[in-house]
């Protein structure tokens, strides 16, 4: 077999190795990797903190927006009732539903994500564990912020969508908006980050011969749910900033009477909104893999489909935005498209089900509260997917569009494909963080209930829709025939909120935390996250040679114990972990990591005061918030990147890594290139825009006449490249001086500047209240701003680590990673000013 890095797979044959290891690293492991006590918590990065953290806040958001669900259901109890006011239920219904998808839904999947893969990878933690901290902070903050909103009366009422033109400035005149824009706007931030830790940690830092074909299912959920997150979530971070741009400037992005539309809003939103169902869903679709095979005892029936049907689940998402539209008056053939589009989404969940169903059967299950939950969830998720099919029919969504047979065709989906399989992964993979299990018997009556209510809530909810009752309504009119399933609805949610209720009397009674006197493997698991395991995750990183090593190996436990695999200690006296390649896993170098820090806490509270303060119109504490979190960032970053004595070490068995290596093949490098691609996708929908309105409303449009400014900007942005490549050629000569390779990178972030400059002084006349064309203009130069502020700021990093002597030759992470920045955006700047200035008409 051909090796992908050139390192000999070999080597990796003579593992486990005899004998024992020299007495006390254990201890020095323990020392290393030990968490901050008191209030110095507050610093810790460790995953297996972050990730119980990531989760609690998670599930605190899921108890708060069902909450309010139950004020809404006691709401449409009855005719006429009184129990909230209509502006109240607004902002009820609106925060129910944005709070369950934006602070729920997602992070939950994130936050096991943490949690869960290091140990799934036998990885010591994810590559970026001061990433995982900031992304979760930032998300704490903002979410309780964002959620305390609802107590001063200034919560969002325009639902969880935020359909202009009901969110404009017109109808929407207060700061209850704003919160939307400007505080999911933020979490998305958040979002994005930790998709960007699961990408580089799934694809970096798997243990040596996982393989991809030997990766846990649930990996391979994860990788596509962050890959996923990387297209989708930029299309709603262009979405808010328009919005939030035409409320503050009046610039009219989906204002139709000035060549807007507010159909882009829903482009964009939907774009986003409805991966978002598989984004949901796929992590919990992992979950249920893994957990079916191990509560059967066998081998998952169809690996190699299931990873296919992942695949093309998120492949064939993204062509299903628009059948949320199909009443906007879409042209037949768009309609056609995305019709078929959202019945041929069914046939990769499809092969997943019959995955399960057949693993099940090859088996023998066992009557346990996971097991339940799985069976539970399957049959509600297959209920739900059966009325999406109803609804991907055109005539019939005329028909139930904006009904409450929406309303319970998205919770079938949701809760059977999701929250289900998510309290069968609380009781399975409790043992991992508690030192005493949950309860069987009361998690049988959580089950129940639940099921029950979840049933008795939803299932009467298609027959109101059906009987015509729209949803978003606060009340409805005695004698219409829908007191009696109104009233059905709300005592199941009352059941079903009973079933919650009863498990977190069970999760008090029962939950101590842990990070290595655990409950355990209660119910025989057999990859790699039940191997013995302490605040540095496994004593020795194994070698995989199947997909379920604990079954195959049934030493393999005491072997990583004893450590007798790779890295049994700490070579560098530091913390590590071994990054291997992509596709076959081999060994490449070993990556120093990050201890406890106080600056990803800061910058996050920082980034949190910047939006929230915006929200409330408080613009100097904001800029000075704003200001705090930049120097907050860089001193976190400082000591990230620091070359140390150990060259190379020896991580077991003679196989010899360094320490620090740079260009394409590092976590690093990794990472900038996905964090481009986001930045990209916010472009594509950009120009997706620009193209989209022009397409509505063509006569609101004008050919631009200042073409001849197009010699100046592209000639700065062709500097910027040429000199930022000839900086990279420079660092890599050693004879070149100490600053030559950083002063080209300077010289070329201030040739990109110059021709940002030149683009906007282009546009100096420019009005952009007039027309979406204008505004759209004045956006793209507001987007390259931001990315040229930036390259500024990047460049004044580098001369500071420059002037510190830590630009180390023949490459540099830091100068990599600013390099890969500058190219992207002079390449973005160059397209932006072609499309502007040349558009219509131009050419």
């Known amino acids: 077999m051909t090796s992908e890095t050139g390192f000999d797979p070999k080597l990796l044959d003579q593992f486990p190795l005899p004998g024992k290891r020299p007495a006390g690293e254990v201890e020095e492991l323990e020392r290393i990797w030990a968490a901050p006590r008191g209030w110095r918590l507050l610093t810790v990065v460790n995953n297996n903190y972050i990730g119980v953290f990531y989760v609690g806040a998670a599930f605190l958001f899921f108890i708060l927006a069902g909450a309010l669900a139950l004020f809404i259901r006691t709401q449409l109890a009855l005719p006429l009732m009184g129990v909230l006011p209509q502006e109240t239920y607004n902002q009820f219904f609106t925060m129910h539903g944005t709070v369950m998808m934006f602070l729920f839904a997602v992070p939950i999947m994130e936050a096991i994500g943490v949690m869960l893969l290091p140990q799934m990878l036998a990885a010591r933690d994810l590559p970026f564990p001061r990433l995982s901290a900031y992304a979760f902070w930032a998300y704490l903050v903002g979410g309780l912020c ?104 009046n610039w009219p992005f989906f204002d139709a009477t000035r060549g807007g539309d507010p159909l882009l809003w829903q482009h964009l939103f939907w774009f986003f909104g409805h991966p978002e169902v598989y984004i949901i869903f796929l992590p919990a679709a992992g979950l249920v893999s893994m957990m079916v095979a191990a509560l059967s005892r066998t081998e ?6 299931v990873v296919l049907a992942l695949l093309a689940t998120g492949f064939i998402s993204f062509g299903v935005w628009a059948h949320h539209m199909f009443t906007t008056g879409m042209p037949t053939l768009s309609v056609g498209f995305f019709s078929a589009a959202s019945m041929a989404v069914s046939v990769p969940a499809g092969i997943q089900v019959f995955a399960w169903i057949a693993t099940l059967a090859n088996g023998r299950p066992r009557y346990n509260t996971p097991t339940l939950f799985l069976v539970g969830g399957l049959v509600i998720f297959v209920m739900g997917g059966l009325t999406g099919v109803m609804v991907a029919m055109v005539p019939f969504d005329w028909q139930v569009h904006d009904t409450h047979f929406i309303v319970a065709h998205l919770h079938y989906v949701l809760i059977g494909g999701a929250v289900f399989p998510l309290f069968a992964g609380f009781y399975f993979w409790f ?119 604990l079954w195959d190996d049934p030493s393999i436990c005491d072997d990583v114990a004893e450590g007798r695999y790779l890295l049994p200690n700490a070579p560098t006296g530091l913390r590590e972990t071994i990054i291997t390649s992509p596709l076959r896993a081999e060994p490449q170098y070993l990556q120093i990591m990050p ?131 000839l900086g990279r050629w420079l660092l890599a ?111």
């Open 146 to 249: 964002f959620f305390a909103s609802i107590f001063f009366g200034v919560a969002p009422n325009g639902g969880w969508f935020m359909y202009p033109p009901l969110t404009s400035i017109t109808y929407s005149p207060g700061i209850n908006a704003d919160f939307w824009l400007l505080g999911i706007g933020f979490i998305e931030i958040s979002a994005i980050a930790g998709a960007i830790e699961i990408l580089v940690g799934v694809l970096k830092t798997r243990a040596p011969g996982m393989t991809l074909a030997r990766m846990p299912m649930f990996a391979w959920a994860m990788l596509v749910f962050a890959a996923m997150i990387i297209i989708a979530f930029p299309a709603v971070i262009l979405a808010t900033f328009l919005l939030e741009l035409e409320r503050a400037l």
């Open 300 to 305: 998952l029936v169809g690996y190699h489909l």
């Open 431 to 549: 043992g991992m963080t508690s030192r005493r299990p949950l309860s069987e018997r009361l998690g049988k009556w959580v089950f129940w209930l639940m099921f029950a209510g979840m049933h008795l809530t939803f299932l009467p909810m298609h027959l109101t829709g059906f009987m015509g009752m729209p949803r978003r309504v606060y009340t409805y009119l005695p004698g219409s025939n829908l007191e009696a399933t109104n009233l059905l609805s709300t005592v199941g949610a009352f059941v079903l909120a009973s079933g919650v209720a009863l498990f977190l009397y069970d999760l008090a009674r029962n939950f101590r935390f842990t990070a290595d006197d655990d409950a355990g493997n209660i119910y025989g698991g057999g990859t790699l996250e039940w191997l013995p395991t302490g605040l540095y995750s496994t004593r020795s990183i194994p070698v995989v040679r199947s997909r379920q090593p």
């Open 595 to 725: 201890g406890p820090s106080v600056w990803p806490l800061l910058a996050a509270l920082f980034t949190a005061g910047f939006f929230l303060l915006l929200t409330v119109q408080a613009y100097t504490p904001a800029v000075i918030s704003g200001i705090l979190a930049i120097p907050s960032v860089l001193r976190w970053l400082w000591e990230t990147d620091r070359p140390i004595a150990v060259k190379q070490a020896d991580i077991g068995g003679g196989i010899i890594l360094p320490t620090y290596v740079t260009g394409p093949s590092t976590h690093g490098w990794w990472a900038t290139v996905i964090l481009l691609i986001v930045i990209l996708m916010i472009f594509v929908m950009a120009v997706f825009s620009f193209v989209f309105l022009y397409g509505l409303h063509p006569s609101y449009w004008t050919a631009p006449d200042n073409q001849w400014w197009l010699l100046p900007i592209l000639g700065g942005y062709g500097a910027a490249i040429g000199l930022a490549l």
């Open 733 to 843: 000569r050693e004879k070149s001086t100490h600053w030559s390779p950083t002063s080209q990178l300077i010289f070329a972030g201030l040739a990109a500047s110059a021709a940002f400059a030149f683009d906007w002084m282009s546009w100096t006349d420019l009005d952009p209240e007039l027309s979406g064309q204008k505004a759209l203009i004045m956006a793209f130069l507001a987007l390259q701003g931001m990315l040229i502020a930036i390259v500024l700021l990047m460049i004044f990093y580098l001369a500071l680590r420059t002037a510190r002597g830590l630009v180390t030759r023949p490459r540099n992470v830091t100068f990599d990673v600013i390099f890969l920045f500058i190219l992207y955006t002079s390449g973005q700047g160059a397209i932006s000013a072609l499309l502007t200035h040349l558009f219509p008409g131009g050419i």
